[in-house]
């Protein structure tokens, strides 16, 4: 346990040094079952993305799918995202890179002696880890619409490349549109609400060196619920204080069996975040959440956004000069 700590502290350390990349879902996450709405405002983020897939669960069944071994991806993550201003007024883009010491730690431990070990569930063996350093290179283009209030409905695509596989895509939806009267009111730190999301995606995928034959074309649809504390800022970005966050996901899949049948997602995911702190997991086992971890995917994430963490840092220290008394 204590060389764990020592691992995720080490690779969070390394986030906030690091040159950038992106907070957006980075691959494979979002066909894992992660949350995969573009950034609503500037951000600048490092953290740790785990995702694993296992070909058999606790009791023996057996994934049908064309990948029969266990994939642990440790992705170390930094981010990028920017929303413009003059002639790109209302444009955002984003660019991420990752790398993985792919490995069956710490994923094994976190699905058998976490997760399963919570929910009393049978342990998830291990099938010929795949051990090897993985690369992704994700990044995207973002047009945001006004609805009620600015930036809130979204139009873009974006790629990702690497060694687990190739894709295109085009995404469209709505981002946090709040749907109930403010619950709460602060001038310093912003409403507490209600407030919704949807995201339609297609995908057009080809094989990497870690997935060989997979689906070429998918779809994806994810709506989300979230309560949390929002402000919004001259460009019209909504950056929430604090947010708890619900979603779920339904994707045509990317995997596919024997026969070459693709085999379909349906997956929950939930995050929460307080100022630059952000954590999130997910897992496919929506329809068989009250009786056991029906396979093969979970993940995780914790990122922290550099720029915000930044930018408060400055504004605590122009208030300090503020309050200091003239000589």
Known sequence: MARLIAFLGLFLLGGTVATPAWSETPAPSVHWGSMAFPDQYSTFTGGLTLNRFTPTDGLGNTYDSTVGTTLGFNMITFSWTQHWGGNWQNWSTNLTAGISPTGDEPTQYFQNNVVHQLRQLPTVPTVDPR???????????????????????????????????????????????????????????????????????????????????????????????????????????????????????????????????????????????????????????????????????????????????????????SRSSADQPAL
Request: hydrophobic share 40%.
């Open 131 to 317: 051990k090897e350093t993985d690369v992704m290179i994700d990044g995207s283009i973002t047009r945001w619409f006004p609805l009620f209030r600015p930036k809130i409905v979204f139009v873009g695509g974006g790629f990702s490349v690497g060694t687990m596989y190739q894709q295109g895509f085009l995404r469209a939806g709505i981002r946090r549109m709040p749907v109930t009267p403010t619950l709460y009111h602060s001038e310093q730190w912003g409403d507490v609400s209600l407030r919704a999301s949807v995201l339609g995606r297609i995908s057009y995928q080809d094989n990497g060196a870690v997935l060989h034959s997979i689906r070429h074309t998918a779809g994806l649809v994810q709506p989300s619920v979230a309560i949390g504390q929002y402000r919004i800022t001259e460009k019209g970005e909504t950056i929430p204080t604090w947010e708890i966050e619900l979603a779920l996901m339904w994707d045509s899949g990317i995997f596919v069996n024997v026969e070459g049948m693709s085999q379909k997602q349906f997956a929950w995911s939930i995050a929460g975040s307080f100022g630059p702190v952000r954590f999130e997991t997910w897992n496919d086992s929506m329809g068989n959440i009250a009786e056991r971890d029906f396979g093969p995917t979970y993940g995780a994430t914790l990122t922290l956004d550099v720029l915000r963490l930044w930018n408060y840092i400055q504004h605590r220290r």
